[in-house]
């Protein structure tokens, strides 16, 4: 009995997901485009997106996507609806340092990451809340809602980190494939979509195992910008969320064991 509210209770709060499910991929082209979206499955461009020059993009769940064209210490970064209209601009100092990757961070926050390989937690305004260096360059960034994942750049190895909001590392997972630098969390699977130099995309689990990949039509470019999802729907569910769902499940698991 109490399994089958527990199940019930996660289905309606995270929905059901069917075995392949295709999702598209924001994918920053080294500034030399705006972010170009892809179908994960049948790897087809479905186009690009927002301002040109860009690199790193975000999407906050409710129907906006941030994209930033970065330049050293004056990173634009811009909110558009789903229509590609911008709703909010502002610039994203960062101590001077370069926007490779972004990720949304819940509550109108984003993570970004720099050429420099810093990460930056900033609010809307590019006000900086946090930040941390990871030791690499032109790292990515992404986020499952509960930590934060990071990549070692073009020129680091073949591993991914896991990290608490604060930096500190959880564990090392390692992927056998060097220069990774934009990284993408899919949360309908629970698997990383990571970005390489000659316009490589590679899919792993969260064992660093090889799912797949393919090359863009951005072959020549550096994949250091990657999203996963789709406009409407957030990446992740945000950590408010989570903890909100633990608490539930911890409390009906109680009630139902009180009347055995």
Same mark, same amino acid.
């Given at each position: 009995m109490l399994?089958?509210?527990?199940?019930?209770?996660?289905?309606?709060?995270l929905?059901?997901?069917?075995?392949?499910?295709?999702?598209?991929?924001?994918?920053?082209?080294d500034?030399?485009?705006p972010?170009?979206?892809?179908d994960?499955?049948?790897?087809?461009?479905l186009?690009?997106?927002?301002q040109?020059?860009?690199?790193?993009?975000?999407?906050d769940?409710?129907?906006?996507v941030?994209?930033?064209?970065?330049s050293?210490?004056?990173?634009?970064?811009?909110?558009y609806?789903?229509?590609?209209?911008?709703?909010?601009s502002?610039?994203?100092?960062?101590?001077?340092?370069?926007?490779e990757?972004?990720?949304?961070?819940?509550g109108? $926050?984003? #993570? *970004?990451s720099?050429?420099? %390989?810093?990460?930056? &937690?900033? +609010?809307?305004a /590019? @006000?900086? !809340?946090?930040? =941390?260096?990871?030791?690499?360059s032109?790292v990515?960034?992404a986020?499952?809602?509960?930590?934060?994942?990071?990549?070692t750049g073009?020129n680091?190895?073949?591993?991914?980190?896991?990290?608490?909001?604060?930096?500190?590392?959880?564990?090392?997972?390692t992927?056998?494939?060097?220069?990774g630098?934009?990284?993408?969390?899919?949360?309908?699977?629970? $698997?990383? #979509? *990571?970005?390489?130099?000659? %316009?490589?995309?590679? &899919?792993f +689990?969260?064992? /660093? @195992?090889? !799912?797949?990949? =393919?090359?863009?039509s951005?072959?020549?470019?550096?994949?250091?910008?990657?999203?996963?999802?789709?406009?409407?729907?957030?990446?992740?569910?945000?950590?408010?969320?989570?903890?909100?769902?633990?608490?539930?499940?911890?409390?009906?698991?109680?009630?139902?064991?009180?009347?055995?």
């Amino acid at each position: 009995m109490l399994s089958r509210i527990v199940l019930g209770l996660v289905t309606m709060a995270l929905g059901t997901v069917s075995a392949v499910e295709a999702t598209t991929l924001w994918v920053g082209n080294d500034t030399a485009s705006p972010v170009e979206r892809f179908d994960s499955v049948t790897q087809a461009s479905l186009g690009f997106f927002g301002q040109t020059g860009a690199t790193g993009s975000a999407l906050d769940g409710a129907g906006h996507v941030y994209t930033v064209a970065p330049s050293f210490g004056n990173n634009v970064i811009q909110k558009y609806d789903a229509a590609q209209n911008v709703v909010a601009s502002f610039i994203a100092a960062i101590n001077g340092q370069w926007i490779e990757d972004m990720t949304y961070g819940g509550g109108g $926050t984003l #993570w *970004v990451s720099t050429f420099e %390989g810093d990460v930056f &937690h900033i +609010d809307g305004a /590019g @006000n900086v !809340l946090s930040s =941390f260096t990871t030791g690499g360059s032109f790292v990515g960034v992404a986020t499952d809602g509960a930590f934060l994942y990071t990549t070692t750049g073009f020129n680091g190895d073949n591993t991914i980190t896991k990290r608490l909001f604060d930096g500190s590392v959880v564990s090392v997972v390692t992927t056998g494939f060097g220069g990774g630098s934009g990284i993408g969390y899919d949360a309908s699977d629970n $698997t990383f #979509w *990571v970005g390489y130099l000659g %316009g490589q995309l590679r &899919h792993f +689990d969260v064992a /660093g @195992n090889l !799912l797949g990949g =393919f090359i863009t039509s951005t072959a020549n470019n550096a994949l250091d910008g990657l999203e996963v999802g789709e406009i409407s729907e957030a990446a992740v569910p945000e950590p408010t969320v989570l903890t909100l769902l633990g608490v539930s499940l911890l409390g009906l698991a109680g009630a139902a064991w009180s009347r055995r």
